[in-house]
């Protein structure tokens, strides 16, 4: 595609719920990132895969967060028992090879909100 | 760890005037990157300009310029000639060059606002 396309926009989900959040990069993206942005924020690191391999989880929350890119190209962010303070912006972004500098492009971000 | 500190949570300016947005940053790092990132309300972050610490040179991109002062950690932004769609959440952000060259490190951002 053009551009990085995440879905949903938007999500409302009731405490302790699953979902699911989705994004697909750039077509021939090596880098792949998730980051939160709490309101008000900035955003902050969640995880990075290069390919399918996930090469840093350092920044998820909780063992309730979990992220996967199979096949190196679509990325799934996925929540577990929802809490109130998973309410955030979820934004994907890749890049060529950001080791070699490539430039981040970001999608729109999902904005989960719990209930 | 790098941290990055955004000391004005709002800032607005006239159409056609120059406003010039602070970052400041911590780091025992000597080469790294910096980077000023816009996030209108649709929430896509798009960057708008990007300096190599090597680089004595400050960055400049159109009306976009940066003051890099490596030895006081500091990385101000100027807009000049501000135009309505310069109206945005504005990012600084760092990332390493070295071991995590990856992560990007943002601070807490600041609301550009600017009057007709």
């Known amino acids: 595609g053009a551009g990085v396309s995440q879905s949903p926009r938007y999500k409302v989900a009731k405490r302790g719920q699953d979902v699911a959040l989705r994004c697909d990069p750039i077509s021939g993206h090596v880098s792949l990132f998730w980051y939160q942005q709490a309101l008000g924020q900035g955003p902050e690191f969640l995880t990075y895969f290069q390919n399918e391999a996930q090469l840093d989880k350092s920044g998820l929350p909780s063992d309730r967060f979990f992220a996967e890119r199979p096949e190196g190209s679509v990325s799934t962010l996925k929540i577990q028992r929802t809490q109130q303070e998973d309410s955030a912006v979820y934004l994907c972004?890749?890049?060529?090879?950001?080791?070699?500098?490539?430039?981040?492009?970001f999608g729109e971000g999902s904005r989960l909100t719990v209930l | 760890a790098q941290t990055v500190t955004q000391s004005q949570p709002e800032m607005s300016v006239q159409e056609a005037e120059t406003v010039t947005l602070s970052c400041t940053y911590d780091t025992s790092e000597s080469d790294y990157y910096l980077f000023w990132y816009k996030q209108p309300p649709s929430r896509q972050m798009i960057l708008v300009i990007r300096q190599e610490a090597y680089k004595q040179q400050n960055a400049t991109e159109n009306r976009f310029s940066v003051n890099f002062q490596k030895a006081a950690k500091s990385f101000s932004l100027k807009i000049s000639d501000s135009q309505l769609g310069d109206a945005a959440m504005y990012f600084c952000?760092?990332?390493?060059?070295?071991?995590?060259?990856?992560?990007?490190?943002f601070g807490k951002g600041t609301l550009l606002t600017v009057n007709p």
């Open positions: 952000a760092y990332r390493s060059s070295g071991g995590s060259n990856y992560k990007l490190t």
């Open positions: 972004a890749s890049s060529f090879y950001v080791e070699r500098g490539g430039e981040l492009f």
